[in-house]
C-alpha cells in the first residue's frame, strides 16, 4: 500500500499534539545547543535497506554497551532507523516497505531477538537508562522519586519507556524556570507505558496507554499517539524514534529525540493552530461553544470532529457570510454543536465509554467497527464507521465526510480532522436523509437547521 497519500497532510499532522505551553515554559535544564545535522549525500534505496538492517542489529541488542552503541550510530552518522526516507518519495515507499516487514518481524520474535542474535536481558529498562551515557538527564530526573525508580526496577508489567536523548533536552529554552516536582512527574510517566509495545507493536499501533492519569479524561490513562509522516514514524507528531528494541528484562526502551509533554485541552488546541483552524475558533467564540467545551466540570472526556480551514471553505462564501452573521449565529452554534461528542473519548484504536469501570480497547477490533457518538446537539448523534486494515485505520462520519488527521490527543479527550464540515441529517417521510456532499443554498442549510435551534442552551 502507497505512502505517498499521507504528504498533503503533513503540515496539518505536525501540528499534533501541542505540547502544553505552561509545562513546556517552567521547563529548564542546564544545555548547550547542538546544530541540527545536514542530510547529504542520501543513499540508494539498497544501501538505505542494508543499513536499516545493520541499525536493527544493534538495536536489538540488550546490554548497556548495545544501547550506547546504538546512540553512538545515529550520533555518529547523522542517521537513525528512519533517515533514509528522505531521499525520494518512490525510494522511501520501498525503505518503508522493507523496513516495516523488519520491524513487525522483530516484534513477532518479542523479548528474545530477532533469529536468535540478540543476548538475553541482563538489565531493568531502568538500569539500562542510569547506566547509559546517553540518557544521564533523563537518569538524573527519574532517581528524584524513588517510586519511579522502584516501578521501573519492578516486574509489575513489562513497561515500554520512550526515553529522551540528553540531546532531546537542548530543545527546552534556557530562561525557562524550573518545573514543580509534581508537573516534572507526569511529564516523566508520560514516557512510560505499562504495557509492552517492541517496535513491530509500535509500527502498527495508532496511540498507546501511558502511566500518566489524568481527571479530564476519566477512567482512561492519557495516550501517546504514533504517527507517520514526513520524519516517518514519531510519537505525538513531533518526536522521531531514533532507536528500537532496547530490551531489559523487564520491557523495552525506544530512543526519541524530542521530550513528550502532556497536552493541553481540545479548546487550547484549536486556538493554538490559527493556520488550520482560526474559521472553527472563531465560531466556537461567537457561540460560547469553546469556553463551555474549555470547562472540564462539565464534561470527562470528549471526542471533537474538528473542521479544518479548507472544509468551511467548501461551504462557499455565501453560506459563510450567513453563518457568521448575526442572523446565522443560531444556526452556527447549531452546526458546530454537532461536532462535539462529550464524555466519551473515541480514538481510532481505544474507546473511553462514559459511566463504565473499564476502558474498552477490544472495542476497535481489526476490520470493522460502527458506533453512534452522541453530540452536543440535542438528539442528534454521529454514525462513526471505523475500518482496521494493518497499520491503517479509516474513520468516516455519516457515511460520507472522512476523518484526515486522527488522533490528535488531548488533555480532556482526542481531536480528529475532518474533510467536510459535517451537516446534520434532514428529516424526510421515511426517517432521515444524510448530507452526502451535495452544494447547498443558505435557504437549504437553514432548513436542516431550523428544527434543531430552538433550544439554544450548550
Known sequence: MKFLNILPLAALSTAFVIPDEQVMSQVSIESHRVPESAFDNL?????????????????????????????????ETGEDVYSKAHETGFAAQAWLDSASNSIEDLGKHGKHGHHGHCKKPNMTVYELIAKSKYTTKLAALINEYEDLVELLNGTAANYTIFAPTDKAFEKIPSHAPKPSKEQLKRVLLYHVSPEFFPAGRVLVTKTIPTALDVETLGIGPQRLSINLSLKLLTVNF?????????????????????????????????QFLPGEFSTLELGLTKTGILKAIN?????????FFAPSNFAFQKLGTRINGFLFSKYGQKYLKALLEYHVVANQTLYSDAYYKPESTDVDESGIPKGYFHIDLPTLLEDKSLSIDVGRYGRFISIKINGFSTVTIS????????????????????????????????????????????????????
Open 407 to 458: 488522533d490528535g490527543i488531548a488533555a480532556d479527550g482526542v481531536i480528529h480532522v475532518v474533510s467536510n464540515v459535517l451537516i446534520p441529517p434532514k428529516p424526510v417521510d421515511r426517517g432521515l436523509q444524510q448530507w452526502d456532499g451535495e452544494e447547498l443554498s443558505v435557504d437549504e442549510l437553514k432548513d436542516r437547521l431550523e428544527p434543531l435551534t430552538v433550544n439554544e442552551e450548550l
Open 238 to 270: 513531533y518526536s522521531r524514534i531514533v532507536a528500537i528494541n532496547i530490551f531489559g528484562t523487564n520491557g523495552v526502551i525506544h530512543g526519541v529525540d524530542s521530550l513528550l509533554i502532556p497536552p493541553p485541552k481540545a479548546a487550547k488546541i484549536i
Open 43 to 75: 543513499p540508494t534505496t539498497e544501501q538505505a535497506i542494508t543499513e536499516f538492517e545493520n541499525t536493527v542489529s544493534k538495536l536489538t541488542d540488550t546490554s548497556k554497551d548495545a544501547f550506547d552503541e546504538a546512540i553512538d550510530y545515529v550520533t
Open 295 to 303: 470547562d472540564t466540570s462539565n464534561h470527562v472526556g470528549g471526542t
